[in-house]
């Protein structure tokens, strides 16, 4: 009988433990095969578009006959100005939202509110933020497709990216830090410009970067908002911003790398194939530098803050 | 206490350069204003400025887009450009006052309200032939209205039903909103329009010379300047060959007429490129070379319920 | 006192400065919702459509009038279903996948987990939507055309590939940051008792951890049913119920994407179609709830 119970036991416990090769097995075997993909995606995207990139005049020149032809300078100009245009407005919104749900608000009503409605705008699919800019700015405001319609979705977009990784940020700050700061009678907006801010901007800067490879890949927020057509012409040197033709006039039209790609990716012709994954490698390159940026920049400057 | 004041005047001056960006921006925003309705008042002066905004049709986007070309060459303040969504997108663009010129295949009329309609001025700028094609390994080449009748509502399902191998029809149609369709529907069924959606709904004529050049025993329809004999076949309809010469007189009865559609109150860039369009530049030229036929060669002229009369 | 009144002026300004931000964003978020939900509901209230016939009905069309009524058809049922259908089927393919690769990361190769796994799974969060949708097109479909031996290939089975490729990081990152939430001790605890590290792992970590699994896989299903471009390129988009998952289909975002600036604004077409805006939201909004029902519940059966 005992014997039996320990044969039971016995056969129970190398179950167990067979089980647990055969668990671990399995693991390392998703583990592997996500790693696969992974790295097989992004060596794909870079195999089909790099030899692209040393076309002459793929980076260079405009494109034509709808986007089939020629290269994608200008979309890559209208992504980066894009990104510019839409970080100028976001970050300041979210960084003095932050500091106001970190630093100002008491826990009550007012900062719930806030809050709810920040994560909102995270959870909305950005084709209804699209949706929303169409309506509000292109059709409401009367700017049509323009730059600025464009930039402003991105905006909303976001801002709840940026709020909480700001917020976070100064959460992280040592509450000894402000605690000193207002002993020696510094008010609360000194306390917060001259040393919260400072102290959490490694974070702060990795979070901008990170989320600036987020808005350069969007491109549902944009379809309807800063349209599907670069100007096929643009003067660079203009500084006369009203002009259709000078590249910095945020109320012209432009097109987003990622549209572009979206906008011709079922064209049939070899070239246009050739400048779609051309232009997803360049899409592809930007998102790995603004994620390898981001580690620097945040190291970087960890160093420098905390070497003083 | 030096390093705070460093990166506070950094900060500062992040936000000082972010002001002075806005602020610029602001500045061409006021200044655009008067810039466009000056330019109706200088009218006649050689200095043209302006930007043009085109979205629709993206049948004959290439001809725009080559007359713009053109026409930016000779008026260098002008800026052309737009993309091909579709016809609706296109009407509803240049309704909206999104855009400054709505391409379409088919006569505004048909998309948007009487009211919006009366808003709009047209331009017939070419006449266009469209005609179904066929993967390359369908081995019939001609078909009769009722048959693409049959193959479009889904009725006939196999190719042996009009004469070919025993394989499954795989039709590829154009979304609801599309002019191609709408031609095509139209020359095919007249006014009752098949409840028949087909296997997948294509977004613009690209996707379509993609999607069949890939896919065998399928059956779509273009505009002939996006046939392309190395990926797919066009057939002959009622045993006319799809060339524009056969549309002239409404032999091949399947095309329509492009409009281009601006707002009365257009401004002076807008009006100067549709007057171009139309002049001899594009229409003695440009029109044959993109493939397509200039509207003085119709012998016939089709209105905007579908009535097909002589000049 | 003279040096006091500027100091307090500050801080005043300082308040005001970062209110007017935080009441900037929660101005455009209250105006995007009542715009939204504005223009939705004046396809019931103003177009006159049935509110059962939009949610029931089976048929799509907003080209072609329903002689019955004088209205385009306007039942959103397929593209409901369609939406569900990808967005559950992504998830599931998507989440044994997250949750192993979690597991391993956080219990059996930490070191290697945080040095290499994580860095290249967050590389993929940031690659562009269409991107995915590229691949789909070229790779994905392709590959179901030849496993399933269809001519087509567009359908909802490589859309949900595509989305569950695409919330694969969303649901595996969330994964790990809930599983190293589990205190040690418990692991030290069962280890005690003689369980073997995979019965730990099943029946004390994945366990415990529970409510933050579920908040990561509901953040991802929230993300896969708002997708649009990378759906778009690889479904087909024929408005019409699904029959099989390999038949072309059309979800709620694909036909906004389609169709949004085809009609005028205004019309009962383009209402319709804000109606189907305001669906999406609403979906999204239920998502959060959930998200906080979890999170209160898990608050408090931790006491």
Known sequence: ?308 | MLDFNCSRRQFLGIFGGAAAVAGLGLAGCNSSAPASSGSAAGAGSSSLTGTVTYDGASSFQALVEAAAEQFMEENQDVSITGSGNGSGTGLTAVADGTVTIGNSDVFAETKLDADQCADLVDHEVAVVGMGPVVSLNVTVDDLSLDQLKGIFSGEITNWSEVGGEDAEIHVLNRKAGSGTRATFEAAVFGDETPDFQGEAELDKSGDVQTQIGSTDNAISYLDFSHFDDTKFKAVKVNGVEPVSENVYDNSFPIWATEHMYCKKDADEATKAFLEYMLSDDVQGSLVEEQGFIPVSEMKVVKDAEGNVTNK | MAKQMPKRSLEKVGLSVTGACVALVTLVVVALIVMVAQRGLSTFLKDGVDVLNFFTGTKWNLAMTDEATGLPYTGALPLIVTSFAVTIISTVIALPIAIGSAIYVVEIQPKFGQKYFQPLIELLVGIPSVVFGLIGFHVIVAAVRAIFNVEMGLGILPGSIVLALMILPTITTLSIDALRAVPQSYRDGSLALGYTRWQTIWHVVLKSATPSLMTAVILGMTRAFGETLAVRMVIGGVEAMPTSLLNSASTITTTLTTSMAVYATGSVQNDALWTLGLLLMGMSLIFILIIHLIGAKGAKSRG
């Open chain 1, 1 to 308: 009988m005992a014997n039996a119970t320990a044969q039971a036991q016995d056969a129970r416990i190398r179950r167990s433990m067979r089980n647990d090769k055969i668990a671990t097995g399995i693991l390392t075997v998703i583990v592997a095969i996500v790693m696969l993909i992974v790295v097989a995606m992004v060596a794909y995207i870079l195999f089909q578009g790099v030899g692209q990139l040393f076309q002459p005049g793929f980076l260079t020149e405009a494109s034509r006959s709808n986007g089939t032809e020629g290269g994608i300078a200008y979309q890559l100009f209208d992504s980066f100005y894009l990104l510019v245009l839409t970080l100028v407005i976001s970050v300041p919104i979210s960084l003095f939202g932050a500091v106001f749900l970190v630093e100002y608000a008491p826990d009550g009503p007012v900062t719930k509110v806030a809050s709810t409605a920040i994560e909102t705008l995270s959870s909305l699919p950005s084709i209804v933020v699209g949706m929303f800019g169409f309506l509000m700015f292109s059709v409401n405001f009367g700017w049509g497709y323009s730059l600025i319609s464009g930039a402003i979705a991105l905006t909303m977009f976001n801002i709840p990216i940026l709020t909480r990784v700001i917020t976070q940020a100064l959460e992280d700050v040592p509450a000894s830090q402000r605690d000193a700061c207002l002993a020696m009678g510094l008010t609360r907006w000194e306390t917060t410009l001259h040393v919260l801010i400072p102290a959490a901007m490694p974070a702060i800067v990795t979070g901008i970067v990170l989320s600036a490879g987020r808005v350069f890949g969007e491109a549902a927020a944009l379809l309807f908002t800063s349209g599907m057509s670069s100007p096929a012409r643009l003067n660079f040197l203009s500084l006369n911003f009203a002009s259709p033709t000078c590249a910095w006039n945020i109320f012209r039209p432009g097109e987003s790398l990622a549209v572009h790609i979206y906008k011709i990716y079922g064209e049939g012709s070899p070239e246009a194939q050739h400048i779609v994954w051309g232009a997803a490698a360049v899409l592809m390159i930007c998102v790995l530098l603004f994620n390898v940026l981001s580690r620097i920049a945040g190291k970087a400057l960890a160093r420098r803050m905390t070497a003083e």
